[in-house]
T-cell receptor, first 114, second 116 residues
Framework: DAGITQSPRHKVTETGTPVTLRCHQT?????MYWYRQDPGHGLRLIHY???????DKGEVSDGYSVSRSKTEDFLLTLESATSSQTSVYFC?????????????FGSGTQLSVL | AQKVTQAQTEISVVEKEDVTLDCVYE???????LFWYKQPPSGELVFLIR??????QNEISGRYSWNFQKSTSSFNFTITASQVVDSAVYFC?????????????FGRGTSLIVHP
């Protein structure tokens, strides 16, 4: 596939603690995305990146920050985790070739904030 | 307003029945992409199909078929002769251009349960 690795796969943390999720890709794709998945809401975009140090907010960005200091890594940080941020987080990359675009996802990170 | 509407929250069928999952989208762009993804109980998101806005040809892949109609802004997905392994949550998504990027927006998903 697109060589996407998310870490950690599972995380349990306490309210108020900082948490960083990592998305790593091996194929030099320009666009990377962070989504969260919640029952009844489907997948909602948190932040995305269109290049090194180029990021923008998505639909549900409050309480989250991102960084992309190199092409292969896109980090999602919860500065002070809250219970409402308990969710499954998916990283995705967008691959465009010959005018066609495909979106590939990582395996997801299950985050529980107690 | 949702850009991608999957009105069916849950569908329950018996094996071998045909089932259609509806997807209606909203966009002002002339160039965009539509996707379907499958999320089985194991949780990963599996890419099924991508369509660009200039290609209205319907597509068939085995028991799966997709009907893209720009006139009704719909991109429906049909499973013929459903099987228990088709049980999953299915997501429709729309990818629109935004400042040089294509930003994917997902529907809320349709949970398909296929009973033996």
């Amino acid at each position: 596939d697109a060589g996407i690795t998310q870490s950690p796969r599972h995380k349990v943390t306490e309210t108020g603690t900082p948490v960083t999720l990592r998305c790593h890709q091996t194929e030099n794709h320009r666009y990377m995305y962070w989504y969260r998945q919640d029952p009844g809401h489907g997948l909602r975009l948190i932040h995305y990146s269109y290049g090194v140090k180029d990021t923008d907010k998505g639909e549900v960005s409050d309480g989250y920050s991102v960084s992309r200091s190199k092409t292969e890594d896109f980090l999602l940080t919860l500065e002070s985790a809250t219970s409402s941020q308990t969710s499954v987080y998916f990283c995705a990359i967008s691959e465009s070739r010959g005018g066609d675009e495909k979106l590939f996802f990582g395996s997801g990170t299950q985050l529980s904030v107690l | 307003a949702q850009k991608v509407t999957q009105a069916q929250t849950e569908i329950s069928v018996v094996e071998k029945e045909d089932v259609t999952l509806d997807c209606v989208y909203e966009t002002r762009d002339t160039t965009y992409y539509l996707f379907w993804y499958k999320q089985p109980p194991s949780g990963e998101l599996v890419f099924l199909i991508r369509r660009n806005s200039f290609d209205e040809q319907n597509e068939i892949s085995g028991r799966y078929s997709w009907n893209f109609q720009k006139s009704t802004s719909s991109f429906n997905f049909t499973i013929t002769a459903s099987q228990v392994v088709d049980s999953a949550v299915y997501f429709c998504a729309l990818s629109e251009p935004s400042g040089g990027s294509y930003i994917p927006t997902f529907g809320r998903g349709t949970s398909l349960i296929v009973h033996p």
